[in-house]
């Protein structure tokens, strides 16, 4: 029978030995590195199979959560709970605890140029007005803003929770703007996203413009406000700058208030370049309560008209041809861009100096025309280019329009205690007094 030599057993042994270390050398290593936060885990008969089964249930998660943004690309509808607890976990930044960092706090060179604004931007100095009118004696509320911008500058909610208290949703698409959101230390919960024009989830091509040569900070902050999805007619035709494409997550107006349970909503402003239409179309309005609405929106944007007047459009289609609205004939030429509200004379040359009044026309022979000026920068009156499809819409949403000023509308929900407080005729072409 053969047998080994000492010498041979133990060289044998030695190696048996190796071979044990480096296996468990390699085990306690392995272990380190994927155990939670380094720490050396031992593997032992009694916790082997459950390791296994938290680590299966740590991949199918990871698996599921893969597969949950997948469908956060396309079909997943505006209450569905995974996409809720998606938009929550991984959309929204929870509000600042710190104290405020604002422009407005700060006498620097630029900090005078970024707060121009507030002398200069007149639509801003409007809503703000309105604002302070409608809300400072009112008890705190939740506000959303979408198309917050860098979250201070030409903000319409930041007066809301700087000097009244209000909680709220600030949402910006661009990525370059929302950058600097978290550092103003708002106390508002914030989200990198935008709004669905639908009411699914679905990932878009938001176009930001960066501003074509030297431009101060107010100015290049301007040019990239007019940012908007693709495909969107909005107000600007992205003349302001140099057009750059990017992929951005959008969800429905709807699914932001369900995450935060706040579908219970005292101010909204929708400053979205284009989109408000689709967005405001596919907003379920018998499941939310919103008081007040701030909706900048143009004339050329023509979605609330098809939804009352196409034939394959949402509503009844009209009669007849060149009939509208219920039926009734037009009282404006089918071509006509701006939408007077009554019926207007084309105002698109300027108005003569010195025209206080109604004053008829003087071109008869031997009499002295007055000299023409410029009345606005843009040669339009800021009073007409209402969309009254929009108007009709929000009334029958139960609203009352109290404000309308060069493309921005403040609708007040007609049974609130603010419509009772500040409604009186609804406006047409004239606005309520501000002060």
């Known amino acids: 029978m053969f047998s080994l030599t000492p010498k041979i057993k133990h060289s044998v042994s030695q190696r048996k030995h190796q071979i044990f270390l480096i296996t468990l050398l390699f085990l306690v290593t392995l272990m380190t590195l994927t155990s939670p936060g380094g720490h050396v885990a031992v593997l032992t008969m009694d916790n082997d199979e459950f390791l296994k089964a938290l680590w299966q249930e740590k991949w199918q ?5 893969l ?46 140029n970024y707060n121009i604004y ?26 959303v803003e979408a198309g917050a911008l860098d979250g201070e500058f030409i903000s319409n909610t930041l007066f809301l929770e700087r000097d009244l208290g209000w909680a709220g949703l600030l949402v910006e698409a661009d990525p370059i703007l929302y950058a600097a959101l978290p550092g103003k230390n708002r106390r508002a919960w914030s989200s990198q996203s935008c709004l669905s024009p639908s009411n699914f989830a679905q990932r878009m ?26 495909g969107i007619r909005s107000p600007t035709l992205g003349q302001m700058g140099s057009k750059i494409p990017v992929d951005v997550q959008c969800f429905p107006l709807f699914s932001y208030l369900l995450a935060l349970n706040a ?23 018998d499941r939310v309560d919103i008081t007040v609405w701030n909706i900048e929106h143009r004339i050329t944007n023509d979605g609330f008209r098809i939804h009352f007047e196409e034939p394959w459009g949402v509503r ?10 219920g039926g009734k004939e037009r009282k404006q030429e089918k071509g006509e861009e701006e939408g007077r509200g009554k019926e207007q004379k084309d105002k698109e040359t300027v108005e003569e100096e010195g025209r206080g009044k109604e004053q008829k026309d003087k071109e008869t022979v031997g009499e002295v025309i007055q000299p023409k ?46 419509c009772r407080k500040h409604c009186t005729v609804e406006t047409k072409v004239e606005s309520p007094a501000l002060d």
Do not use: C
């Open 67 to 112: 597969n949950l943004e997948d469908q956060a690309e396309g079909p997943l509808m505006d209450d569905d709970p995974d996409l809720l607890r998606l938009l929550k976990d991984r959309y929204l930044s929870k509000p600042s605890d710190k104290p405020a960092n604002l422009m407005l706090d700060l006498e620097t060179d630029r900090a005078k």
């Open 118 to 143: 507030r002398t200069a931007f007149h639509s801003w100095i409007r809503i703000n007005k309105i604002l302070k009118k409608l809300f400072s004696e009112e008890p705190p509320s939740f506000f």
């Open 373 to 418: 000026k410029v009345v606005y920068v843009t040669q339009h009156d800021p009073a007409s280019g209402k969309d009254e499809y929009l108007v009709r819409f929000m009334r029958e949403k139960g609203y009352r329009l109290y404000d309308y000023w060069d493309g921005d509308y403040t609708f007040i929900k007609a049974n609130s205690e603010i």
């Open 205 to 230: 091509t938001f176009e930001t413009y960066e501003p074509v040569g030297d431009r101060d900070v107010a100015g290049t902050l301007l040019v990239r406000s007019t940012g908007n999805l693709a």
């Open 263 to 285: 579908t219970s909503v005292g101010y909204v402003s929708l400053d979205v370049e284009g989109a408000e239409a689709d967005i405001l179309l596919h907003l379920p309005w």
């Open 316 to 325: 009844v289609p009209p009669s007849s041809p060149g009939k509208g609205l």
């Open 61 to 65: 998660g990871q698996v599921n959560r």
